[in-house]
C-alpha cells in the first residue's frame, strides 16, 4: 500500500489531535510530577516532534498514546539531567514516571482535567490567575491571547503565569478533586474562575458595560468538563444554565450596526431558542439536586427575563425574591446593583434608588453598573431628581465605559 | 503610583474639537474627565492644540534648529495628556481601555520615574 503521504492532512491531523486532546494530555503528564511547566515543555516539544515524523512515517493509530508516551519520554530524560545537578526528589519524580510509562498504550487515558481545573483554583493561587492558569492549561490558549482578555500587558501575564505554575510546584499542591468537606469553597472557587472567562456583565440593565463576551465558548466548555466529573454537584448545572441563558441573547443584543440594545428592547425572536431549552434543562438538573447556590439564582433570574418571549412581560416580582436571597448568599456589588434595578422595576423608582443609596458610595467609584442605574433610575424619577444630578449620573456612567457601543447609548440617553 | 497617559489621537478625534458643544467625542471625553477625578485617579492633564501649532527646538553644533511641526511626524498625533495616580498598573490599563480615545487611536501608559525625581526636587 503505497498512498503519497499528505503534509497538509497530517498538519491538519496533528492540529486536531492537539486542539481535542492539549488539555487532556497536560493534565494527565503534569499530574505525576505536579510541574505543569515541565509537562508544558514536553508536551510541546513532542507535538513539533510529530510534525517532523508523521509526514514521513504516517500517522500512528493511536496519535493520543503516541503523544503521552513521546512526552513522557522527554520529562523522564529531563529528570535525568536534573538529577545530575541536583538531588533525590528528582529520583522520585524519575522512578514515579519510569513506573508509569509501562502501563500505557490505550487510546484512552484517565482524563484528569478536572483535577488539574482545581489546581488551577487552589486557594495558595492569586485569584486573579485562576481564570488565565485554566485557559492555559487545560485550554492551551497562548499567554499573549490570554492578556488580551484580561487587560494586561502580554509579557507581565507570561511571567505570572510562570510563577503560579513554580508555586503549584513549590507548595506541592496535590493533582486530586478536594475531599467532600472540602468541595463546596474549592467548587466555587472553581465556578467563579469559568464564570470570569464569560465576561459579560448582567445585561437586564439598559446602560451596564459589556466589554465583550472574551471567551465565552471557552468558558462553556471549561463548565462541561467539570460537570463531566461531578454530574451531581448542582452549583455546575446552575452555572451552565447561566451561560447558557445568556448565550441565548448574544445574537438581540446589538443591531446589525453594532448598536446596543438594552434587555428590555430586544427582539425575543432573535433569541435561540436551542440554547434556552438546554439552559432550563440544565436548571431543572440543578433543582432536583435539592441544594440551591449563587449561580442557580442568577440562572433562575435569567430563565425569568427569557419568559417574555412566551407571555411578553417581565415578572419582576420573582425577580426581587431571587435577589434577596442572592444577595443574602453572595452580597457581590454587580447583584446588589441588579437588585436595586430590579425593585426598581417593581416598586417604582424610588425605592430602587433607597436600595442603591444603602451601597458605600466610595466603593462605586469605578463601578460603571452602579453610575448605570442610577442614571436610569434618577431619570424615571422625574421631577424630583435635580437635572443636575441626573446628568452627573450619565456622565459618571459614560466615563467608566469601556464599550463604545454602551458609551453611545448612554450618551443619547443622556441628552 | 503615578501614570502619565498619553493620547494619540486620529485627524477625525482632533475635528471633533470644532463642535465640542455637541461632539460625541468630546461629550465622551468629559464624561471620562469627570469619572477620573470623581474616582480621584486625575492628577493632571491638559489636552493639547493641533499638530500645526508645534514647534521643535533642537541644538546641534552651536546652532539652533527651530522647526515647524511636532517631533514625530505621524498619523497619529499627540493630542494630549494625563496624570494619574493609581493603586497598580491593572487600575491604570482599567482607566486606558475607558479612554474614548482608545477605540480610534491609541493611548499609552508610562510609569513616573518618582525615585528619578527625587534628585530634583530638594533642600
Known sequence: ?415 | MKYVMLIYETPPNLESRKDPGHDPYVAAWKAYHKALVAAGAYVSGAPLKDMATATTVRLRDGKRRVQDGPFAEAKEQLGGFAILDVPSIDAALEWAARCPTAASGAVELRPIDDDFFANFVDG
Open chain 1, 1 to 415: 500500500m503505497d498512498d503519497p503521504i499528505d503534509d497538509a492532512g497530517v498538519r491538519r491531523t496533528i492540529e486536531a489531535v492537539a486542539r481535542a486532546s492539549y488539555g487532556r494530555l497536560l493534565a494527565y503528564l503534569s499530574r505525576e510530577t505536579r510541574d505543569v511547566a515541565g509537562a508544558e515543555d514536553a508536551l510541546s516539544e513532542t507535538l513539533l516532534a510529530a510534525l517532523t515524523t508523521w509526514p514521513k512515517d504516517g500517522v500512528p493509530r493511536q496519535p493520543e498514546a503516541w503523544l503521552l508516551t513521546a512526552a513522557r519520554h522527554r520529562l523522564i530524560d529531563e529528570s535525568r539531567r536534573r538529577r545530575v545537578r541536583t538531588e533525590h526528589e528528582d529520583t522520585v519524580r524519575l522512578l514515579t514516571l519510569e513506573s508509569a510509562t509501562a502501563a500505557i498504550t490505550e487510546d484512552t487515558f484517565a482524563d484528569r482535567r478536572a483535577e488539574l481545573l482545581f489546581v488551577c483554583a487552589h486557594p495558595a493561587i492569586d485569584p486573579s490567575l485562576h481564570t488565565p492558569l485554566m485557559l492555559q492549561t487545560v485550554l492551551g490558549l497562548d499567554a499573549a491571547r490570554i492578556a488580551q482578555a484580561f487587560l494586561v500587558p502580554p509579557a507581565t501575564m507570561g511571567q505570572r503565569l510562570v510563577r503560579a505554575k513554580r508555586k503549584i510546584l513549590e507548595a506541592g499542591i496535590p493533582f486530586e478533586l478536594p475531599r467532600q468537606e472540602d468541595l463546596p469553597q474549592r467548587l466555587d472557587a472553581v465556578l467563579e474562575a469559568i464564570y470570569a472567562a464569560y465576561g459579560l456583565g448582567r445585561d437586564e440593565v439598559a446602560g451596564v458595560d459589556q466589554p465583550g463576551l472574551a471567551l465565552a465558548g471557552e468558558a462553556v466548555w471549561l463548565a462541561r468538563v467539570v460537570l463531566d466529573r461531578l454530574p451531581d454537584e448542582p452549583e455546575i448545572h446552575g452555572l451552565l444554565a447561566l451561560m447558557l441563558f445568556c448565550d441565548a441573547r448574544s445574537a438581540a443584543r446589538r443591531t446589525p450596526d453594532g448598536h446596543y440594545v438594552p434587555l428590555s428592547e430586544q427582539d425575543t425572536a432573535a433569541w435561540s431558542a436551542a440554547a434556552i431549552r438546554e439552559a432550563e434543562t440544565e436548571l431543572a438538573d440543578a433543582s432536583r439536586l435539592g441544594r440551591i447556590g449563587r449561580f442557580q439564582l442568577e440562572a433562575a433570574i435569567q430563565s425569568v427575563h427569557v419568559e417574555r418571549a412566551q407571555t411578553g412581560r417581565t415578572d419582576w416580582a420573582a425577580i426581587v425574591v431571587f435577589y434577596e436571597h442572592l444577595v443574602q448568599l453572595a452580597p457581590t456589588l454587580g447583584a446588589r446593583v441588579a437588585q436595586a434595578a430590579a425593585v426598581a422595576e417593581a416598586h417604582g423608582a424610588a425605592a430602587g434608588l433607597a436600595e442603591l443609596d444603602r451601597i458605600d458610595r466610595s466603593s462605586v467609584a469605578s463601578y460603571q453598573p452602579f453610575w448605570a442605574v442610577r442614571a436610569h433610575l434618577l431619570r424615571q424619577a422625574g421631577e424630583t431628581s435635580a437635572a443636575a444630578e441626573v446628568d452627573d449620573a450619565y456622565d459618571r456612567a459614560i466615563g467608566l465605559a469601556q464599550d463604545p457601543a454602551t458609551r453611545q447609548f448612554l450618551l443619547d440617553r443622556r441628552g
